[in-house]
């Protein structure tokens, strides 16, 4: 490029960055009321948030182009400190063209040092320190295990987890407060703090209870290709108290009458008819003052009131009967085209009702949690059920009923199980965000824990009313984590984050399985890039939440497009994982990705360490 080109190139450049200038000061100043309430800090933060969605309210992808030409920076990374880059790239074209730069730019709430130093205390304020070499936070939600379980939180917490997750949703209050006790046990014995975060349940959109067939135990043995049984089903009955066993255990359990378990010995035989009305056969293995563990190598549904007869060497000595066990409901089976009925009560849902020919006289129905719903639900807005693997259409809305059309299933068809999600992004939803059982968990948890999560957030108003309850409790040192999980959240984030911003510490989840529902597959990725910029922005730590490495927690093994991901959520403050029987394996998995790409990338910026294939 030619001098007289480059220095027409560069006049022509000046008015650009003085206009995004301008227009970034001017939104402060509509903002003056709000930026009135707030601490110094926070003040700054607010600032550079509406400097940076000023210059982003304009196409500058040319103005970018054109900068990076003249070896200047290219707007790119200016998040944290907006104006000061702009003053920067002012001076810069002023010096290429031969001019004196300007002595009186405004002054940059945060610049190059301060900006990023701002959003690293308020992390660690929010979410402590981490464990080892890596500055991303590591958050593992606790299975029901970890209420009984100081070894496996022991464990958690050795492997790098960072912040305990409770979520709300799940579990009893008695429960909660086990798997406190269990982290801090653990705190003691390994000599390093962990955060904990409350999750609140919130008014979410839920489906309702299905028809139960019985109440049913299933166990089965494991066999291989040929059909042999390879590992024998087991199953370990218990004393009949009256009461509901779960059997969410490994190997699972059941009641059974206590006379009978107490003349169990091992090698005995327990035979009974199960629910198909099959004779099935189990030997007693071990027992206990507990109770007994049995074997079998037939696939068995037990049931309850089921008698069981206790044999040894073929001669029946006594017998008794299977206790309570939970009920079982069958999931409801929708394909395309299919019609769904929404009802506004809790009724259980049931199938579709047929005729002798298999014609639908009744369609299926299913009741939801929010009853709400039906004043503000219009025909043709969309309805997704269980993370998205069901949707459909509104085809009319009644009092009693919403009539949905099925558009989208598996190619078998859907599985529509009880308390399963239901999003509705393009229908309002006038709910509050806390709710009585969320005003009850709060008034329990809040003296236990460091951070509090804010679900079903729709408008500013939502982020005070927790604000104000917590100052109400005298909690207002605990710090607010927003979650952004719908599309009316996600377009009024940037006035959610500056009421946020009011009383910190604050912080943002991006809970992506919900979210991607909401705005689509398609534009999950550009949305959840947009809420780490205007969080970066705003100075407030991200959490990079769902479905995160979770094949490997599930089964040991990630695939390869988790892996990917794992290095992308290397970009926020926090990454979240579910949990699952492998969650130990995948903390240290997931901390030595982001220890590794830290080294290569902080946010957006290449940190140009050495390559490993750099030597020639």
């Known amino acids: 490029m030619n001098t007289t080109r480059r220095h027409s190139q560069v006049k022509r450049l ?64 200016m998040e944290s400190h907006t104006l000061a880059t702009l003053n920067a790239v002012d001076n810069a074209l002023h010096s290429l063209a031969g001019q004196t730069p300007p002595t009186s730019l405004p002054e940059p709430p945060v610049d190059y040092v301060t900006g990023p130093l701002i959003l690293r205390e308020r992390t660690q304020a929010l979410l402590g320190m981490p464990s080892g070499k890596r500055s991303v936070r590591i958050m593992v939600t606790m299975p029901s295990e970890a209420a009984t379980s100081y070894r496996l939180v022991r464990e958690l917490l050795g492997a790098g987890m960072d912040v305990m997750r409770i979520n709300c949703a799940h579990d009893e209050p008695q429960a909660w407060l086990a798997m406190i006790e269990n982290l801090r046990r653990a705190e003691r014995k390994l000599g390093r703090p962990c955060k904990i975060y409350a999750d609140l349940a919130g008014p979410k959109l839920r489906t309702g209870p299905i028809e139960p067939i019985g109440r049913i135990l299933k166990i089965r043995p494991t066999r291989n290709l040929r059909g042999e049984v390879v590992q024998m089903a087991q199953l370990r009955f218990v004393e009949d108290q009256g009461e509901l066993v779960t059997t969410i255990t490994t190997p699972p359990q059941a009641p059974l009458s206590s006379s009978l378990l107490k003349m169990a010995q091992v090698g005995d035989q327990l035979n009974f008819e199960d629910a198909r009305g099959r004779n099935r056969s189990m030997t007693i293995r071990q027992t206990d003052a507990a109770g007994c563990l049995v074997e079998t190598d037939r696939t068995c ?74 004043e503000t639900a219009r025909p043709d807005d969309k309805i997704w059920f269980d993370d998205g693997k069901i949707g459909g259409r509104i085809v009319e809305v009644h009092p009693n009923q919403i009539v949905i059309s099925i ?171 579910n949990k699952g029987p492998y969650i130990a394996e995948a903390v240290r998995f997931l901390a030595g990705v982001l220890e590794r790409m830290e080294a290569h990338q902080s946010k957006r910026r290449s940190m140009m360490r050495r390559l490993a294939v750099s030597r020639v």
């Open 301 to 374: 549904y037990l049931e309850t009131g089921a008698v069981v007869r206790l044999l040894r060497d073929d001669q029946e000595i006594g017998s008794g009967e299977i206790g309570l066990l939970p009920e079982v409901s069958p999931p409801i089976i929708v394909k395309q085209g299919d019609q769904l009925l929404l009802t506004p009560d809790t009724t259980p849902g049931r199938s579709a009702v047929l005729d002798h020919n298999g014609r639908v006289i009744e369609p299926a129905r299913i009741g939801c949690t929010l009853p709400g719903v039906f």
């Open 14 to 77: 000046i008015p650009s960055i003085e206009k995004l200038r301008a227009e970034a000061l001017a939104l402060v100043e509509t903002h003056a009321d709000i930026l009135h309430n707030m601490e110094a800090m926070e003040s700054h933060s607010a600032r550079n948030l509406l400097h940076y969605l000023a210059v982003r309210q304009h196409d500058i992808r040319k103005l970018q182009s054109d900068l990076s030409s003249l070896g200047l920076s290219s707007l790119g990374g």
């Open 407 to 577: 558009t989208q299933t598996a190619l078998d068809g859907g599985r529509l199980r009880a308390e399963k999600g239901i999003n509705l992004p393009d229908t309002p939803l006038n709910a509050p965000s806390l709710t009585e059982k969320d005003f009850a968990d709060l008034a329990l948890l809040s003296s236990h824990v460091d951070m509090i999560g804010l679900s079903f957030v729709h408008t500013p108003d939502d982020v005070r009313l927790l604000q104000a309850e917590l100052e109400r409790l005298g909690a207002s040192h605990l710090g607010v984590v927003l979650k952004i999980e719908n599309r009316i959240a996600f377009e009024n984030l940037p006035m959610i984050l500056l009421a946020g911003l009011e009383q910190p510490p604050i912080g943002v989840m991006v809970a992506r399985g919900d979210l991607a529902v909401e705005v689509g597959f398609e534009r999950l990725a550009e949305v959840q890039e947009e809420i780490l910029w205007l969080c970066e922005a705003a100075h407030i730590p991200v959490i990079w939440a769902t479905q995160v490495l979770e094949s490997m927690a599930k089964t040991g093994r990630p695939s390869r497009a988790e892996v990917s991901d794992a290095v992308m959520s290397g970009r926020s403050e926090c990454v979240m994982l």
